[in-house]
């Protein structure tokens, strides 16, 4: 049975992309999903082949027929969005049409239904793609939104069930998600189901809030949770308070990494730390795996 890890943290920065690369490259038998659709990078250290590319289509937005539009306006008056304007070409009956822009377009689907000339579609739109590849390390799913593209949570879900899919069709044992940042839809669309969560935070006052949140979060949905702090040695005061803290969410820190820009340079070779150095950080992080596996069971 494939067993779930997903790494998450309270904001973007903390080192989550990096550490889920990290035990990417010491597990031996797992699958990566990379579920940061927002801000997607560890493709930039996995150098992934891509196999398969699908468009995601997450909603469906609305389009003026500028040969049936009779340039009456009540689209106007319903759209709450100012997302229409009279831009579109004329026709036989007016001179101008009316436009939807879709950035500007919220998918509510008002101006469809209440169109006296029936001149507006609604069409899915497609708000980026999903690829299945293979990296050095195994197959990964991962995605891209497009630009301005919003992520409800579903690209996620997708993402991990394709990635579930593969791992059971390959009989992996692991699969190692690399979540989204904060406590939205695409977290929740990250975590829900899995065996074990790591946060990663870090040692400042904005971390411990974060880390309070999230917490609160995996606690909701009786998700076994784990706390790494990176670069605790930057504030060892901040370090404790986030030990204390943890404990009354009855969360465990696993580990408590320090500063290293072993961390950064690994990332400007296309490198995991792992396979960059083997020095102390290197064996810290591999206690701290054992821990995660031994969670997972």
């Not at 049409?97 to 006296?116: H, L, S």
């Not at 293979?134 to 990635?163: C, D, P, Y």
Request: net charge negative.
């Amino acid at each position: 049975m494939t067993k779930e890890v997903v790494i998450i943290s309270g904001k973007g920065g903390t080192g989550k992309t990096s550490l889920a690369a990290a035990f990417a490259s010491l597990a031996q038998d797992a699958v990566l999903a990379d579920c940061d659709v927002d801000a997607a990078d560890l493709h930039l250290l996995m150098n992934p082949r891509v196999l398969r590319k699908s468009d995601f289509s997450g909603g469906r937005l609305a389009a003026i027929d500028p040969h049936t539009c009779v340039g009456c306006g009540k689209c106007v008056t319903l759209c709450r969005f100012d997302a229409i304007s009279l831009d579109g070409p004329g026709n036989d009956v007016v001179g101008k049409t009316y436009c939807i822009d879709p950035i500007a377009c919220e998918g509510c689907k008002v101006c469809v239904e209440f169109c006296p000339a029936e001149a507006i579609t609604f069409e899915p739109a497609i708000n980026g793609q999903w690829f299945v590849s293979e990296t050095r390390f195994g197959s990964m799913v991962h995605a891209r939104l497009g630009i301005a593209q919003e992520n409800s949570g579903k690209l996620v879900t997708l993402i991990r069930k394709e990635a579930k899919r593969i791992a059971e069709e390959q009989h992996k044992h692991l699969l190692i998600v690399d979540g989204s940042p904060g406590i939205g839809c695409p977290v929740i669309a990250s975590i829900t189901g899995a065996d074990v969560v790591l946060i990663v935070t870090e040692p400042t006052l904005s971390g411990l809030h974060d880390l309070e949140r999230v917490g609160q979060l995996t606690r909701n949905f009786g998700i076994k949770t784990l706390v790494c702090i990176n670069k605790a040695d930057i504030n060892p005061q901040m370090s404790d308070q986030i030990i204390h803290d943890a404990e009354k969410q009855d969360l465990t820190v696993i580990g408590q990494l320090p500063y290293d820009d072993a961390f950064t340079k690994a990332q400007v070779m296309k490198a995991t730390l792992m396979e960059y150095t083997g020095g102390e950080i290197a064996e810290q992080i591999k206690t701290l795996w054992r821990q995660i596996v031994y969670a997972a069971g």
